[in-house]
């Protein structure tokens, strides 16, 4: 009955859901927000690129009169406070929205160019959104831009098109269709939203015009909608503190501070805090909680309002000492009376510890960085599903210590002499450095750029090791001479063969075994490397066993530090001739030819290991 009490008590109590827009740039993501805000932070940037984060609070009031246009398929009375939106320019917010791996963002914003399609960065949005099983909605922006659209300013979508021309909706309804398979060749159902039956199972798409605020209603309405119905549990206020790191900011006047998103509980001013840092965990005490007027943002620094204290959701300013070396996507953990504080201590740091066990225990692999915790946090978990090995890792800009570090791989293993940098600035004196070094610098905001560019390098050093390899590779066969077809003896040995095993190519050194008939011990006789494979005075380059329809010619020539061999005194028609195969040469074939050697014929390397007593 307790547990009844607490949950209606709850159900009362709904805290702002958080919400978090993504897509790929220039889809409109600032100018939506804008749009909705009716302010103009988008202009006031250079390039129109956004680069800073903030958070915008909706409250419910405001949503309604956005939504009045729509009549009565507005949502049933709004129960949340509002909506908290966290502005995106990139995925930089979404991945530190997080707390032990899972995503505090509780839907998102996927925002579509209409005119473009799926673009790169929508792709990388959208496995994002999946690793955390985040719901979106998409935004189907720029529907001004169909030709000859007629735009009734901030109408409700589906009022706007019903009295476009017919022409209009035909456009219309092809680039849909044309996004609908798009996605669905990603794996994802999709559906106009007004034509979805099942929000569970199918992605709602939400045509929407930042310009013309044509469709913003709808996109309100239906982001209210889902919340309330369908993730109340997750947003009923409790009193356990959530709280991330979303930025760490030098502020004129207030030094380090930090940006964060209280998710739920409560901060007050004076309140010991911890977050994680670069060099180890960081206890400090707030000094002031700063937040910004409604329908404001963080970054307009004159309308700071200061709280003795603040309840979620919402997004703060922390201004307190000692913050220089916090790290973005960090939690942040409030000391209560009861709190040790060594073990609040540990588990911030867990965050970053936890990250520390992709690395390789063999201690080879590429070195990786981020800008923040949660980037780093989504470049290893791709890494790991791409078999790609880490050996180190760090967050913040690129600077010489860090090459230093990543060039052990120059002699370890050169293929991973590789810096992965994802979202981050390099210093120009580490970028010299690592040049002079031979460390390639791969930098990226998407990770699958990086991926790909790492791919292309670990491809062409690959094929260069096995080309610089192949002159030492010994592939395995085993030859048997055919009777009384010796052609010359001796300087070269000209002899025919049959290969019964495996496949004889050009440049395979050969041996006989032989037992010394004085100490009866077991001799290998290197007999030189086989310079040419003839059949009928054809060339070959090589021979499979039973190959090519019968015997070949072949000519055996020695080094010449080496006694050249003979026939008839060091062997006969019945010696075997196989492939002298040693360690190192093995080893060649297991690192650079594995995949060129059948089963069969690693398993004659095996043979011939025992045979010719290879250790
Ligand atoms: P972001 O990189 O996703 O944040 O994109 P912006 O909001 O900076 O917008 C990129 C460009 O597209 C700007 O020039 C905007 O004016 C323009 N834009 C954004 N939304 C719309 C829209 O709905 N219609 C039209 N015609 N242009 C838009």
Known sequence: RQQDAMANRSKDDLRSPICCILGHVDTGKTKLLDKIRQTNVQEGEAGGITQQIGATFFPADAIEKKTAVLGPDRAEKLKVPGIL??????????????????????????????????????????????????????????IDRLFEWKAIPDNSFVDSLAKQKPSVQAEFEKRVSETLLAFAEQGLNSQLYYKNKNFAKYVSLVPTSAHTGEGIPDMLNLLINLTQSRMSEKLMYI?????????????????????????????????RIVVCGLNGPIVTTVRALL?????????????????????AALGI????????????????????????????KEEVMSDLTNLMTSIDRTGHGVWVQASTLGALEALLEFLKTSKIPVSGINIGPVHKKDV?????????????????????KVDKEAEEMAEEMG?????????????DRFQEYHASITEQKRKD?????????VLKMIPRAVINKKDPIIIGVDVIEGTLRLGTPLCVIKTNAET???????????????????????????GAGGGVAIKIECAVYETPKTYGRHFEDSDELYSKVTRQSIDILKESFRNDLSKEEWALVVKLKKVLGVD
């Open 520 to 546: 009866q011990a077991r001799e290998i006789i290197t007999l030189g490397k086989v310079t040419s494979i003839e059949q009928n005075h054809k060339t070959m380059e090589q021979v499979k066993k039973g």
């Open 85 to 142: 939106v966290i502005d995106t320019p990139g995925h930089e917010s979404f991945t530190n929205l997080r707390s032990r791996g899972s995503s505090l963002c509780n839907i998102a914003i996927l925002v579509v160019d209409i005119m473009h399609g799926l673009e790169p960065q929508t792709l990388e949005s959208i496995r994002l959104l999946r690793d955390r099983k985040t719901p979106f909605i998409v935004a189907l922006n720029k």
């Open 317 to 344: 300013k922390i201004s307190a000492p000692d913050l220089e070396k916090a790290i973005a996507g960090s939690r942040l953990l409030v000391v209560g009376p009861d709190d040790d504080i060594e073990d609040l």
């Open 239 to 271: 009193t356990e503190l959530e709280c991330t790191v979303l930025e760490v900011k030098v502020i004129e006047g207030l030094g380090t501070t930090i940006d964060v998103v209280l998710v739920n509980g409560w901060l007050h001013e004076g309140d």
């Open 439 to 451: 460390i390639r610098v791969f930098t990226a905001d998407i990770i699958y750029h990086l991926f």
């Open 404 to 424: 230093v570090k990543a060039s052990v791989m120059l002699e370890k293993a050169r293929e991973f002499a590789v810096m992965l940098c994802f979202d981050v």
């Open 291 to 311: 937040t910004p007027q409604p329908m404001r943002e963080l970054r307009i620094k004159s309308q700071y309002v200061h709280h003795k204290s603040v309840k």
């Open 469 to 477: 390899q192949a002159s030492s590779a010994v592939f395995p066969c």
